[in-house]
């Protein structure tokens, strides 16, 4: 099978790719020979060994700046647009998955129509840059996402060229479900992670409560503003803040409460998730399956959230919701000195083995199946 990826996806350090990472892991313990092909850009190397999730490995520049801007395609899009990766796409007549549809430029290409074409969304996209513009403070910020968010909602209509597509949740398998009938369209949830869960009862925790997540998002960083602004100075233990670029943070930072911990490595981050007395993990965008949240259920003990980020997902049994300031505080007070019990830990257990990384992919497997038999 080939994959292609919107960007170099080792190290795994922030959701997207790392969702990525652990597929095309998966699906290699699956026996699936992976072909990836893959952008480059920023802090992303074209010279990372990839040699542990991919049998072949195809660089790609990512075509950044105004020029890519300039486009009836989605910028996102029309930044990978690339005739190299289209001829190497030709080489092998195998299923091709892209990931993302940042990645589907050739999607609809005449030359990939006798292709069996996967697609995973990763969310529906027009929502989520409307989003990103109703929480940006720029001016041309907003105003480019709400460009792109309409220029996404126009290009969505290419997926329907694919054979299937595989979504994060079951709310966007409904919608696609709607929107496009003729479509096979099943939800294969994040992967994430997929060393044994190691939490057991009675654990020793620290006082302490955390968020987590990649801030060069502004949804996170909105996120957590909110929580240093309207929830962290009544709470009864101080409030981590841990992720990618989490400095962003350290102007808005007005509590004395609250410890920015910027760019941790994994290991550092699943230590602090893990001995955390609360994961508190908020979203003021109920668009696709956050895999932070994933990270702290596997990780971590109590974990206090809004409904927004448990939508259309089976996560909300082995978590304390709470949607504002009040009802927050009051959630992760009341489990300062909670003991997580046998109990907690079973239903824990029982509710993540839905998103078994193994699990996650069997929609994949049994549509190469079916095109294989086909």
Known sequence: MQVVAFQVPAPPSYG???????????????????????????????????????????????????????????????????????????????????????TCYYLSHPSLSGYVKFVR??????DYYRELANVSINLRDRLFFRLESFRLKM????????????????????????????VKIFTSPCCHPDDKRDYSPSKKTEPYCIYHGNFTVAENVNAATFLMERVADKLDMPLYIAGKTACVLDKKNKSATVRIVSNPKQDELRSLVSNAQV????????????????????????CVVNDKILTGTQLA??????????????????????????????????????????????????????????
Not at 279 to 302: C, M, Y
């Open 279 to 302: 994961n508190l993990l908020i979203t003021f965008q109920p668009t696709g399956l956050k895999l932070k949240l994933l990270n702290a259920l596997n990780w971590g003990g109590f």
């Open 16 to 102: 997207g790719v790392m969702d990525v990472y652990y597929r095309l892991k998966a699906l290699r313990r699956a026996g699936v020979d992976v072909t990836l092909h893959t952008f480059y850009y920023a802090d992303r190397s074209p010279h990372t060994d990839l040699s542990d999730i991919a049998s072949k490995v195809y660089y790609y520049k990512r075509n950044t700046g105004l020029a890519s801007q300039i486009s009836k395609r989605p910028y996102i899009v029309q930044s990978r647009e690339n005739e190299e990766l289209l001829n190497n796409l030709l080489k092998e007549n195998s299923p091709i998955l892209f990931e993302g549809l940042h």
């Open 317 to 374: 049994p082995t978590c304390t919701v709470a949607n504002t300031p009040d009802s927050i505080i009051q959630a992760v007070n009341s489990l300062k000195w909670k003991t997580w019990s046998a109990d907690d830990e079973l239903l824990r257990q029982n509710t993540i083995k839905l998103y078994d990384n193994d699990r996650s992919i069997e929609p994949i497997l049994n549509m190469l199946e079916f095109y294989e038999k086909n």
């Open 121 to 126: 969304m990763h969310n529906i996209e027009s």
């Open 155 to 182: 290009f969505e209509a290419q997926i329907s060229e694919a054979s299937a597509i595989f979504t994060t949740s079951d709310s966007d398998t409904i919608y696609l479900k709607q929107k496009y009938p003729d």
